[in-house]
């Protein structure tokens, strides 16, 4: 709603635009505040924050939210929790960009033309080998249900009614991709390591669709298999079909799905060029930040894991255009 | 208590029964017609419907929007160009980092 404003996008280009994890930067438990103390991300971003105006930073409590920044740690505009709705953000974004303008001229920045760049992934996962992407949905109660986003309807909506539409998203970090492609010699059909899959099955088939859920424990893993089958080879490529089932549960909650997925795989340069997979299923229970604990089904729910690449570079004639991460 | 007597509380009763019995399906009836639908259950993925359920599930273009603003992942990094740049930082927080899992 906000990110998808124009007004919002033309404005956030004046900026450095910046996404990071609010309890990383600021933890709000002792043992990690310790741990983070002399990182220069929390000293950078608890400087700033002591320079906002009461009520706009939250604290003790969560540091979720929206900031402006000078690049010395200046405040220019901000608030935790910020709102969702695009006209708060485009005034607070234009308020900070007014008072830039008399900053940069106080201390004589630069102003350089920040360049453009593409989204990543969270740190720990965007530089690795092979990435899945896994996204999950509730699927529809009933004959019609969308379980989307419908700007027609949604656009003014109230906090709470996000769970109509909710999605959310998570990431598995791979080696490399070559333990889902079966063995040339083998037969056609062949087992995917069942250590594989039930890494998969702990770490990413997890009901976060309205909030965070901790990954399953190992104990939780009931069932977890999936084959893999090779197909045809056409202009030297190899289509390969996965197929198979999880069971997941830990006494809270529960997750009974089937998978079925293709991949596209070049045997000459040993690479799995496409990867994608859904877990269709019921879940039942609730857990952690996830919302559940009016919902707790059992209900169908999916997701949809894909080998992710960073994104194509925008094409833009003369434009200062970089990829940006650490 | 004659047997006249006996026999109209008997009708009596029976007709508080009969009424009892009316209301009462009367009652799971509109119960069942206002209560929550049951969740469908989960359809079972093959190769005829699969493209169509990885569509389901993934955000759309509208709801992905997010990512046409483009985000550095990492604030210290992004801190470091800014001053290198002298431009503001926008910097976007969330529990969970808000390029994964929130």
């Known amino acids: 709603m906000v990110w998808s404003d124009a007004r919002v996008q033309q404005l956030s280009r004046e900026f450095v635009t910046v996404a990071d994890e609010a309890y990383m930067l600021y933890p709000e438990d002792e043992w990690n505040l310790k741990r ?159 250590r594989l899959v039930r890494r998969i099955a702990q770490q990413v088939l997890i009901d976060n669709v309205r909030g965070q859920a901790g990954t399953w424990p190992e104990t939780a893993v009931k069932h977890a298999t999936l084959t893999m089958e090779r197909g045809p080879v056409t202009k030297g490529r190899a289509t390969i079909v996965y197929r198979g089932e999880v069971e997941l549960d830990d006494g809270q909650r529960s997750i009974r799905a089937e998978l079925y997925g293709e991949g596209l795989y070049e045997p000459k340069v040993r690479d799995l060029e496409r990867f994608e997979l859904v877990a269709l299923g019921t879940r039942t229970g609730a857990h952690t930040f996830n919302q559940r604990n009016d919902d707790r089904g059992p209900a169908p729910i999916g997701f949809a894991i894909v080998r992710w690449r960073p994104e194509p570079l925008p094409k833009e004639p003369g434009a200062n255009v970089e990829r940006r991460q650490r | 208590m004659g047997v006249d007597s006996i026999r109209r509380i008997d009708r009596a009763d029976r007709d508080a029964a009969r009424r009892y019995r009316v209301a009462m399906l009367a009652l799971t009836l509109a119960l069942a017609v206002l209560a929550p639908q049951q969740p469908t259950t989960a359809p ?59």
Not at chain 1, 90 to 109: F, H, N, S
Not at chain 1, 118 to 143: I, N
Request: proline share 9%; net charge negative.
């Open chain 1, 36 to 194: 983070v103390a002399d990182a220069p991300q929390h000293r950078f971003f608890k400087a700033y924050g002591e320079r906002m105006p009461e009520g706009d930073w939250h604290h003790p409590g969560t540091k979720q939210g929206l900031y402006m920044i000078g690049p010395d740690g200046e405040y220019l505009e901000g608030r935790f929790a910020a709102s969702g709705l695009p006209d708060d953000i485009t005034a607070r974004l234009e308020r900070a960009l007014e008072r830039w303008q008399t900053l940069r001229k106080e201390k004589g920045y630069a102003n350089k033309a920040v360049p453009r760049v593409v989204s990543s992934a969270p740190p720990e996962v965007a530089d690795r080998p092979f990435v899945l992407r896994v996204h999950s949905r509730d699927l529809p109660r009933h004959e019609g249900q969308q379980c989307r986003f419908d700007p027609a309807r949604d656009q003014q909506a109230g906090w709470m009614d996000f769970t109509r539409w909710a999605w959310n998203e998570n990431w598995l970090a791979l080696d490399d991709g070559r333990a889902l492609v079966p063995d040339a010699d083998g037969p056609q059909q062949q087992p995917v390591d069942p």
């Open chain 2, 44 to 102: 079972h993925p093959d190769a005829d419907n699969f493209r169509e359920w990885l569509t389901f599930v993934q955000p759309s273009t509208d709801e992905e929007a997010y990512r046409t603003i483009g985000w550095r992942n990492a604030l210290w990094p992004a801190v470091q160009e800014a001053q290198q740049l002298g431009r503001p930082i926008l910097l976007w927080t969330m529990n969970g980092h808000p390029l994964g899992c929130t």
